[in-house]
């Protein structure tokens, strides 16, 4: 995205929300859908319409694991890793994921192809392990099944 | 042949394992065999292992196939499944398959019925009634019924619902709110969920209820941004209610007003913390508040504010439209009423079980859930979500209420129940107890912020062999300070599943088992 334009659209989003402070975790998310992540210039534009301080803005940004300094991956594969999907071997199939990948958790592959986050409980517990790509959920992932899955969204 | 409705879910769950696949599959089939049927997208029934559950509306009732893949539908057409023809995916009238005949569904009664977004259909099975109550009733006859029902809040902690409404009621205030907990974080459950994809509008009958009892005319839904099915579903049921005039300025022409706003999450499970909750719908890092005041007194932006549970807002249509005293009949003790059970985990039939309080962890796990789905001897279960007690398999008799558990140093959280196999290495799960404080802990308060750190570290070593019994004796005095010593239920009952790993399964801990003891 362009700088002027993504001034003018932070300037909207704020402005749809009347630049109330109030309104902010809200901002900051359409912000993110629209650009894909938070810049400096647009953290600074926020704060200057909604009336903050740089700093009261990126104390909410840093809080929340959804925002992000930094753009994603393509593909963005999160992981569930709490309990019920422990309990079904998700541990296996993060290494899986880590190995073929040749990443961390909450890295992303070069090329900027593929981000792997950790995300824990996606509320699909009976079917674990469950595994969210670009916002569509699946369950009862295997090794096999999310390299099928990967490699389809990555297509 | 007449066209027949045939009922495919949309509930994230049964699409995660391929619903959206089937239903495009079944309707392909149906038009190359020029034959009509009606499909519907329904919620689930919560018979989540027989996801994609489809199924077909007889004359004698809607008859069940599952689960579902995508090749199955030919083979189903050619068994004549339009007309219940036997099928080896069949499993008879859905209706009378033990797992879903042997529940008590008060709260989830039309989950998995109808459309979720179909409003006629929710009026022809029994939404409203209560709503239209209580538009009848003044305000202090709506929160006696709530008191009269025994409903305790469903998020965890089990305040009775009625106290906190009469409380938020007698404020005198310009301003008031409703607010809903949506932010479902724990693993293990997914109640919440399954009802707002399946039947969101019970959940804002409630808040207008709530909004009508308490004098407050604005609700907001405060929902996790990891459900994304059901923030669409819900959004779309917030305005097919407000079309229909079941939200606005004067609803029904009552002269009640109420509006509601949906508020997503960003990825904090501290925010399922009411006051963390209340901070992050102000727009602001979601760090708990001291108590008091309470937010009944000074809640959302200082007003008097309720603040409850999906499952309690969504059990209050019930609770105005059958009477307070009906549902107290149902369950034991101070326990009354139904919990909505989630069974996940290692688990051979994982799903919603909607049971009068009282069933037995058990009867859960063995009855319903039919043990692992990895065929495994089951070892424990945690039950309660990641602040639960990790309960062994010898002590599954215990009765699933807020005292029984409470009494065996456990806790009922959201109901979710968590089986883990007798592979479990419970050291790895009481250090992820505590990693996962590390990771979510808001940092307000200092034995969460700097306790769980601690507590990982010393179980490392203790994992690793290392002075095991003094590491032992640092991490005892460590779950005693947490639970003493912090501000809200984050850090205090991250305690709750390494102590109870550490009692009850102490041979994991290494050499420590003589120090336990």
């Known amino acids: 995205m362009q700088e002027p334009d993504e001034k003018k659209a932070v300037l909207n989003i704020c402005q749809d929300h009347d630049n109330r402070p109030e309104d902010l975790v809200e901002i900051l998310h359409s912000v993110q859908d629209l650009a894909g992540f938070l810049s400096d210039e647009a953290l600074r534009e926020i704060a200057s319409c909604i009336n903050l301080t740089r700093a009261e803005v990126h104390g909410v940004v840093s809080f929340y694991h959804d925002f992000r300094r930094a753009p994603s991956g393509k593909t963005v594969v999160k992981i569930c890793l709490a309990e019920a999907c422990q309990a079904v071997g998700c541990d296996a199939l993060k290494e899986h994921a880590t190995q073929a990948l040749s990443i961390d958790m909450g890295q992303t592959s070069s090329g900027d192809e593929v981000s792997l986050e950790p995300v824990y409980c996606l509320g699909n517990c009976a079917l674990g392990p469950a595994v969210m790509i670009n916002g569509n959920l699946h369950g009862r992932v295997t090794p096999e099944k999310l390299d099928a899955l990967v490699s389809e969204a990555d297509s | ?517």
């Open chain 2, 1 to 517: 042949m007449s066209t027949v409705t045939v009922f495919v879910p949309k509930d994230a769950a049964a699409i995660s394992v391929g619903a959206d696949d089937v239903a495009a599959a079944l309707s392909q089939e149906a038009q190359n065999r020029g034959i009509d049927i009606n499909l519907i997208r329904n919620g689930s029934r919560g018979l989540l292992w027989l996801e994609p559950l489809v199924e077909v509306e007889t004359p004698s009732g809607r008859v069940a196939f599952g689960p579902v893949a995508r090749g199955d539908i030919v083979s189903l057409f050619d068994a004549d499944f339009l007309s219940a023809g036997d099928h080896v995916l069949g499993h008879g009238l859905t209706e009378d398959i033990p797992y879903l005949a042997n529940q008590e569904r008060l709260t989830f009664v039309r989950c998995g019925v109808a459309d979720p977004l179909d409003l006629g259909a929710y009026e022809t099975q029994g939404g409203l009634v209560g709503l239209k109550k209580a538009l009848e009733l003044e305000s202090t006859a709506i929160t006696e019924e709530v008191t009269l029902s025994g409903l305790r809040g469903r998020g965890g902690a089990g305040f009775p619902a009625g106290i906190k409404w009469e409380t938020v009621r007698k404020e005198v205030a310009e301003q008031k709110y409703i607010c809903c907990n949506a932010d479902e974080g724990d693993s293990g459950t997914f109640a919440d969920r399954m009802l707002i994809e399946g039947d969101p509008f019970v959940l804002l009958e409630g808040m207008v209820i709530a909004g009508r009892a308490v004098g407050a005319d604005t609700g907001y839904i405060y929902i996790r941004s990891e459900y994304p099915y059901a923030i669409r579903t819900l959004t779309d049921a917030v305005s097919r209610f407000e079309q229909a005039g079941l939200l606005g300025e004067n609803i029904l022409g009552s002269g009640q007003a109420f509006a509601i706003h949906i508020r997503v999450g960003a990825g904090a499970y501290i925010c399922g913390e009411e006051s963390s909750m209340l901070e992050s719908l102000e727009g602001k890092r979601g760090q708990v508040r001291a108590k008091p005041p309470i937010p009944a007194i000074s809640g959302l932006f200082g007003k008097p504010t309720v603040v409850n549970n999906v499952l309690t807002l969504a059990t209050v249509p019930y609770v105005l439209a059958n009477g307070g005293k009906t549902y107290s009949e149902y369950g034991q003790g101070k326990s009354l009423g139904t919990q909505p059970f989630q069974l996940a985990g290692d688990i051979a039939r994982g799903g919603l079980v909607e049971k009068v309080f009282g069933v037995t962890l058990r009867e859960l796990i063995e009855g319903f859930g039919g043990g692992t789905r990895s065929g495994r001897p089951v070892r424990t279960a945690q039950v309660g979500g990641p602040l639960g007690a990790y309960i062994p398999e010898s002590a599954f008799d215990v009765h699933m209420d807020y005292e029984s558990l409470s009494g065996s140093d456990a806790m009922l959280g959201h109901g979710g129940v968590v089986v883990f196999n007798d592979s479990v290495d419970m050291a790895r799960q009481a250090r992820f107890a505590m990693e996962f404080c590390e990771i979510e802990s808001c940092g307000k308060c200092t034995p969460c912020r700097i306790g769980s750190v601690r507590g990982k570290e010393t179980l490392d070593k203790i994992i690793a062999g290392a002075d095991v019994e003094k590491n032992l004796a640092v991490l005892d005095d460590l779950c005693v300070l947490m639970t003493d010593g912090s501000l809200c239920a984050m850090g205090g009952l991250t305690p709750m599943p390494v102590t109870s790993a550490l009692k009850h399964f102490p041979e994991d801990f290494g050499s420590a088992r003589q120090a336990v003891e």
